[in-house]
């Protein structure tokens, strides 16, 4: 499943005036994909040209991304 999404501001500017936040909607569909819902709790991992959203669950964490 592949969708665009867009990046949207969140929270409050700093004191520059800029956010420095930012959030993405994902709908149930898309979460049932992973293995997720709502209210999980997952672990996100930032590379160099990635962002990996993976379930919370310690005994299974993937660190070969």
Request: proline share 3%; aromatic share 4%; hydrophobic share 35%.
């Amino acid at each position: 499943m592949v969708r665009k999404k867009k990046l949207s501001p969140s929270g409050a500017k700093g004191e520059d005036g800029t956010y420095h936040n930012a959030h993405v909607n994902l709908h149930e569909d898309e979460l049932a994909v992973a293995g997720l819902e709502i209210g999980d709790d997952v672990f996100v991992r930032v590379r160099e040209d990635k962002i990996i959203i993976q379930k919370a669950d310690p005994d299974e964490v993937d660190h070969d991304f």
